[in-house]
């Protein structure tokens, strides 16, 4: 079945201590990104990755870092998370940026909540 | 700047039509989109619509789009139980990146 999964889907933890979410694709696809979800707020991009070893910040990229050492896996880390971050977060992929139809459509996996205290 | 901006809730009574609207800001030709987000899951594209077009239909969703207005609209006919969900309009912003509205929450009354 063609998927994203995130992992953990659950996570409470203490401000400080470096957590990373883990995201895997089996699509194939060159375009990753992370999101998070706050209420009110909608889905704002923290960072994205056009394909292996091409990553770009989005809109809220501050405390978090990224990396995409191969195509499938694009893991999302917290050096030393801070309150502010609890919120929900989404792993998203797409075939390409470039893709023939433009359309760009998005693959979202389940998300992942975590609460930092 | 660019912006997409949507009601927070919308509340229907089943088998009524619901109509979620959405106000976008770009104006250059694009992609604009309606994912479906239900309790405790991911996102998933509903559908989707390219600026040069005033309508899409695809079985009980209806597309309208407004481009002197910048309007959106998703209507679906004969809402059903199922339907409950956060609706998010997106708009295509760059092909990296999507700018997207904050959801309309759809609560269907019995």
């Known amino acids: 079945e063609a998927q994203v999964t995130q992992n953990p889907r659950y996570l409470i933890t203490v401000t400080g201590k470096k957590l990373t979410v883990t995201c895997s694709q089996n699509?194939?696809?060159?375009?990753m990104s992370w999101y998070r979800q706050d209420p009110g707020l909608g889905l704002r991009q923290i960072y994205y990755s056009m394909n292996v070893e091409v990553t770009d910040k989005g809109d809220v990229p501050e405390g978090y870092k990224v990396s995409r050492k191969e195509k499938r896996n694009f893991p999302l880390i917290l050096e030393s998370p801070s309150p502010n971050q609890t919120s929900l977060y989404f792993c998203a992929s797409s075939l390409s940026g470039r893709s023939a139809s433009g359309a760009n459509v998005l693959t979202f996996g389940a998300g992942s909540r975590l609460t930092v205290l | 700047g660019e912006d997409v901006e949507q009601s927070l809730f919308l509340s229907v009574r089943e088998g009524d039509s619901s109509v979620i609207n959405c106000t976008y800001t770009?104006?250059?030709?694009?992609?604009l989109y309606w994912y479906k987000q239900e309790p405790g899951a991911g996102l998933q594209l509903l559908t989707y619509?390219?600026?040069n077009m005033d309508m899409k239909q695809d079985q009980r969703l209806t597309v309208l789009l407004n481009k002197k207005d910048k309007h959106l609209s998703l209507r679906i006919a004969d809402t059903q139980t199922g339907d409950s969900a956060i609706y998010f309009c997106a708009e295509k912003l760059s092909n990296y990146q999507l700018i997207w509205g904050a959801g309309t929450k759809l609560i269907i009354k019995p």
């Open positions: 619509i390219f600026s």
């Open positions: 699509m194939n696809h060159e375009y």
């Open positions: 770009d104006s250059s030709s694009t992609y």
